[in-house]
């Protein structure tokens, strides 16, 4: 938000009341394992119902391809051999074939129809809790997707503008966000929105924002980008004690690109990226996200990451596209506590 002074009080463990301004730091950080290990550097390679905040274009990745043979079988003459025709040589194209000059097979790839469910949760120093539930649904060429989360940070402490300790103090957040992500060949587009609430020691924020993404494939499968900005056009709504102002969300810019090693240690995935925060570039800058990804077999993975100078390490299995999960760790913004994420995610 636009006063980030309760982030660094509450990494500290100490917070003024007057300054109290959100407790939301996944508009900052965001949600689950997988994004944590690779140093935040995950918008490009998003593909579940996290990718409402990541980057809403990677909704289009919720599908399954399902396959279909068919054999087509004309009597031709000698001069007109099977598949000789403009609309049957269409209907080849781009697909496996075998067959006789008088019938050929056909093996066609279609989208299908798939609902992925996605949890995470995250313990974070000083006993910050984060959470997030989501799903998608295959539509046409993309798919929707909608997820509630939210964050809980209790014993607070709390002074008044001279020092003196006024107590504990508690905050919680609510989000709420729904999306839709659009694909086609090697490009990816999509777009969510968000409505938030907090509650901070007998006071509320109320405010929204709209997340903005694209993933586009350069050259498959060595190399993706994606661009992605968060936060965008709306303000949050304050009221309370204290909240009487009205004030824009901080605006995020982030990029990322994949790079695959070529066979034969195609099992190497590098992340570069970077966020930047619009409303801010003076104050925060940019900070740089890389993550590297090492797959030991088709069932599990290890990452590495670093976000700004915070390193991370996780560790993910695979059954198939069926289930998935990972658990990551990281330090504190102040370096001095690690901080555990946990993630699961299902496809049927």
Do not use: C
């Given at each position: 938000m636009k006063n980030k002074l309760i982030s660094l009080f509450i990494a500290a463990g100490v917070s003024p009341v007057f300054a109290l301004a959100s407790s939301a730091e996944f508009l900052q950080n965001g949600f689950g394992a997988k994004s944590a290990g690779l140093g935040n550097a995950y918008g490009v390679v998003v593909s579940d119902p996290s990718a409402l905040y990541w980057n809403p274009a990677g909704l289009a990745q919720i599908y399954s391809e399902k396959r279909i043979t068919q054999t087509v079988d004309t009597a031709r003459g000698g001069d007109n051999l099977a598949g000789d025709d403009a609309e049957f040589n269409k209907l080849l194209e781009d697909q496996n074939t075998k067959g006789t000059p008088d019938s050929k097979t056909v093996e066609i790839t279609e989208r299908s129809m798939q609902t992925q469910l996605n949890t995470s949760g995250s313990m974070l120093s000083n006993g910050r809790l984060l959470y997030f539930g989501g799903v998608g649904l295959t539509v046409g060429n993309g798919a929707i997707g909608a997820g509630y989360g939210g964050s809980r940070v209790s014993a607070i402490k709390t002074y008044d503008a001279s020092g003196v300790s006024t107590g504990d103090a508690f905050a919680m957040s609510h989000v709420a966000y729904i999306g839709y992500g659009w694909g086609?060949?090697?490009?990816?587009?999509?777009?969510?929105?968000?409505?938030?609430?907090?509650?901070?020691?007998?006071?509320?924020?109320?405010?929204?924002?709209?997340?903005?993404?694209?993933?586009?494939?350069?050259?498959?499968?060595?190399?993706?980008?994606?661009?992605?900005?968060?936060?965008?056009?709306?303000?949050?709504?304050?009221?309370?004690?204290?909240?009487?102002?009205?004030?824009?969300?901080?605006?995020?810019?982030?990029?990322?690109?994949?790079?695959?090693?070529?066979?034969?240690?195609?099992?190497?995935?590098?992340?570069?990226?970077?966020?930047?925060?619009?409303?801010?570039?003076?104050?925060d800058g940019v900070n740089l996200n890389m993550g590297l990804a090492y797959g030991f077999n088709r069932y599990m993975y290890a990452m590495l990451g670093l976000n700004g100078s915070k390193p991370a390490i996780g560790f993910g299995v695979n059954l198939g596209k069926t289930f998935q999960l990972a658990v990551s760790a990281n330090r504190d913004v102040l370096g001095k506590e690690f901080q555990y994420f946990g993630e699961l995610n299902f496809s049927f």
């Amino acid at each position: 938000m636009k006063n980030k002074l309760i982030s660094l009080f509450i990494a500290a463990g100490v917070s003024p009341v007057f300054a109290l301004a959100s407790s939301a730091e996944f508009l900052q950080n965001g949600f689950g394992a997988k994004s944590a290990g690779l140093g935040n550097a995950y918008g490009v390679v998003v593909s579940d119902p996290s990718a409402l905040y990541w980057n809403p274009a990677g909704l289009a990745q919720i599908y399954s391809e399902k396959r279909i043979t068919q054999t087509v079988d004309t009597a031709r003459g000698g001069d007109n051999l099977a598949g000789d025709d403009a609309e049957f040589n269409k209907l080849l194209e781009d697909q496996n074939t075998k067959g006789t000059p008088d019938s050929k097979t056909v093996e066609i790839t279609e989208r299908s129809m798939q609902t992925q469910l996605n949890t995470s949760g995250s313990m974070l120093s000083n006993g910050r809790l984060l959470y997030f539930g989501g799903v998608g649904l295959t539509v046409g060429n993309g798919a929707i997707g909608a997820g509630y989360g939210g964050s809980r940070v209790s014993a607070i402490k709390t002074y008044d503008a001279s020092g003196v300790s006024t107590g504990d103090a508690f905050a919680m957040s609510h989000v709420a966000y729904i999306g839709y992500g659009w694909g086609a060949g090697p490009l990816r587009l999509g777009i969510s929105g968000f409505a938030l609430r907090e509650d901070l020691s007998g006071s509320t924020v109320n405010g929204g924002g709209i997340n903005v993404g694209a993933q586009m494939v350069v050259l498959p499968p060595l190399l993706a980008v994606a661009a992605d900005i968060k936060n965008l056009a709306f303000v949050d709504k304050r009221s309370g004690s204290g909240f009487k102002d009205v004030g824009k969300l901080d605006t995020l810019f982030s990029f990322s690109m994949q790079i695959q090693a070529p066979p034969p240690n195609s099992n190497f995935k590098l992340i570069l990226g970077f966020t930047a925060n619009l409303d801010k570039p003076a104050g925060d800058g940019v900070n740089l996200n890389m993550g590297l990804a090492y797959g030991f077999n088709r069932y599990m993975y290890a990452m590495l990451g670093l976000n700004g100078s915070k390193p991370a390490i996780g560790f993910g299995v695979n059954l198939g596209k069926t289930f998935q999960l990972a658990v990551s760790a990281n330090r504190d913004v102040l370096g001095k506590e690690f901080q555990y994420f946990g993630e699961l995610n299902f496809s049927f």
